[in-house]
């Protein structure tokens, strides 16, 4: 009696912990809850089309996906160059399942129709992610005017200005601010230029640079669509490029990606936020950072925000429901945590339980900006047009710096310039 009475017990004790086990389970406390499940995807090559290296894509994706779902292989087509996209024929012959995409390219082919709609996905009841757990800037970015969402990014990339508070102290000048627009920063630049001191370091701390920045962050339009031909508003041009040579004279600029900041010899610099890790290593002065600058007719919005991984699926994909699988599972916590280790430019995930700071540091009002995504000068423009366009302004500039021509000179040089160039490049194409 004894020994059957022990039994029942044993037998009542194992279906508790086996009921406690299932409860916590399915409470989400032990493993994955059902909103985070994924279903396993089975022998499946998938064909994706990115901008990255074949090794980069590796690195970044594919080795992190294929740890998940082991029976998964890849075809993958590197673009090397993302307006190859636009090419029609290139992107029909890669038959791309995945689509990774930088955000201009993303636009184009968001409006050709050639990318998925992710609502039915979203909308299902099994489904693996809950949109308000993202970034609202993200849904609101990567849907189309009918709302329907064509694209996800696992990542936001952040830059803004950081300024070193010990030199801006020393010559009692007020700190820079979030509201700033490119004319006013760089205007005070010219307070910190004595000897190897600079104000302005940033792969924009060139004449050629700050002009084509302050086009792109100010979307001024250099092509006029209906007579399809460039436009030059003087009155722009001329503030833009007395600006520039006079920086370059004045000495208060120098190019470079954070080296002289770091050791304390140029009051601002523009970077990812990527810097800040370098920044709390050294312990040498204090410093802060502000938002990227706007336009100052659209202070709330920043080109400092940028989604530079938009994942698709091609319409004519034969494998779309594994597709989502694939996306699905890399915006999940668990590959938020992988890819900030393998984070090289600065971005943080876009779940957001994750938004608001990066290495320890306070950066809401980095992010509390819309992003920028209004067509700029560049958007109907070809990469090499905008190449050849860089270094004629290059050229001109750099004879402005020398005094050898007027503000007024070189405005009549680029416009006559680049008007050639555009008609050459039509030509050719035509």
């Known amino acids: 009696m004894y020994y059957i009475q022990k039994h029942k017990n044993n037998i009542l ?16 406390l032990l493993g994955e809850s059902t909103k985070e499940k994924i279903e396993p995807i089975t022998n499946k090559e998938l064909t994706v089309l990115t901008p990255q290296s074949e090794e980069t894509f590796y690195q970044y994706y594919g080795n992190h996906i294929m ?61 693996e992610i809950q949109l308000d757990d993202y970034y609202d800037q993200m849904k609101e970015v990567l849907s189309n005017e009918s709302g329907e969402l064509l694209g996800l990014a696992p990542q936001v990339a952040v830059s803004g200005i950081f300024y070193n508070k010990d030199l801006f102290d020393s010559i009692q000048v007020d700190y820079p601010t ?21 104000g302005f370091e940033g792969g924009e701390a060139t004449p050629q ?32 490029i ?10 208060g600029l120098i190019e470079g990606t954070g080296e002289h900041f770091l050791k304390g010899k140029s009051a601002m610099l523009s970077s990812n936020i990527s810097m800040i890790p370098k920044l709390q290593q050294q312990n040498s002065f204090s410093w802060g950072v502000v938002s990227y600058p706007s336009d100052p007719l659209h202070t709330e919005l920043s080109s400092g925000l940028q989604f530079n991984h938009v994942l698709s699926i091609n319409q004519e994909s034969a494998n779309k429901e594994e597709v989502w699988k694939i996306i699905a599972y890399l ?20 779940l957001t339980s994750k938004l608001g700071s990066y290495s320890g540091v306070e950066i809401n009002h980095l992010i509390q900006k819309k992003v920028d995504t209004r067509r700029g ?54």
């Open 209 to 240: 640079h700050v002009v084509m920045t302050i086009l792109a962050t100010n979307k001024i339009r250099l092509l006029d669509d209906q007579n399809q031909e460039l436009i030059f508003n003087e009155k722009d041009w001329l503030k833009m």
């Open 331 to 350: 915006m999940s916590e668990e590959s938020a945590d992988h890819l900030q280790t393998q984070d090289y430019i600065g971005s943080l995930p876009a």
């Open 67 to 127: 740890s998940k779902f082991p029976s998964v292989t890849f075809n993958v087509i590197s673009s090397n160059n993302d307006s190859l996209y636009e090419d029609e024929r290139f992107f029909e012959d890669s038959h791309a399942d995945l689509i990774i995409s930088y955000l201009p390219t993303f636009r184009n082919l968001r409006e050709t129709d050639r990318i998925e709609s992710m609502n039915p996905y979203l909308q299902d009841s099994t489904k």
């Open 13 to 28: 004790a194992w279906f508790s912990i086996a009921l406690l086990l299932s409860l916590l389970t399915g409470c989400g």
């Open 377 to 430: 000068y560049y958007d109907d423009l070809s990469q090499g047009f905008q190449e050849e366009f860089g270094e004629m302004l290059k050229s001109v500039l750099e004879v402005g710096v020398k005094d050898e021509k007027s503000t007024e000179q070189m405005y009549k040089e680029i416009v006559s310039q680049g008007s050639n160039i555009y008609r050459e490049e039509m030509l050719r194409e035509g």
């Open 242 to 251: 007395e600006l520039a040579v006079n920086l370059q004279k004045q000495g």
């Open 178 to 198: 979030d509201q700033m627009s490119w004319e006013q920063l760089l205007s005070l630049s010219n307070r910190f230029a004595d000897g190897d001191r600079y």
